[in-house]
């Protein structure tokens, strides 16, 4: 699978799993760290950890693997980073403190469905 393929599987996994307000941003213009942040919410600690475990388990059937995770355990913000992109899941108030898309207000964002046509 290549890149966007990767992304795209994650971020419908995430649609049909329920997470809420999912974003994507493109950062390859404005970044060296990869070329798509991808981030959702979910609906309270259980649920971000079950997307991730959602989108893991889907990524690692096609051999797309996640280099490093961080957050689990709290799982108010659980990072997941595919190298190539990198998926952010969040509570509710973890989404808002930190504001990334805000942050990376510089960058492309993609439409949703958009995205996953």
């Keep these: 699978m290549d890149i966007k393929e990767s992304a795209k599987l994650a971020v419908s996994v995430l649609d049909e799993k329920l997470a809420e307000n999912i974003c ?13 942040f991808i981030l959702a919410t979910g609906k309270n600690v259980n649920h971000v950890r ?13 051999n ?3 280099k490093q995770s961080e957050g ?12 190539d992109f990198i998926i952010h899941l969040f509570d509710k ?14 960058a492309k964002f993609i439409d949703v469905q958009d995205f996953l046509a």
């Design 93 to 106: 108030e973890s989404r808002e403190y930190y504001n990334l898309e805000r942050i990376w207000r510089d």
């Design 50 to 62: 079950a997307l991730s475990d959602y989108v893991s388990e889907a990524l690692d059937k096609k």
């Design 72 to 83: 689990y355990g709290n799982a108010n913000w659980i990072l997941m980073d595919y190298g």
């Design 24 to 36: 994507i941003i493109e950062i390859s213009e404005v970044s060296t760290l990869g070329d798509y």
């Design 64 to 66: 797309v693997f996640c």
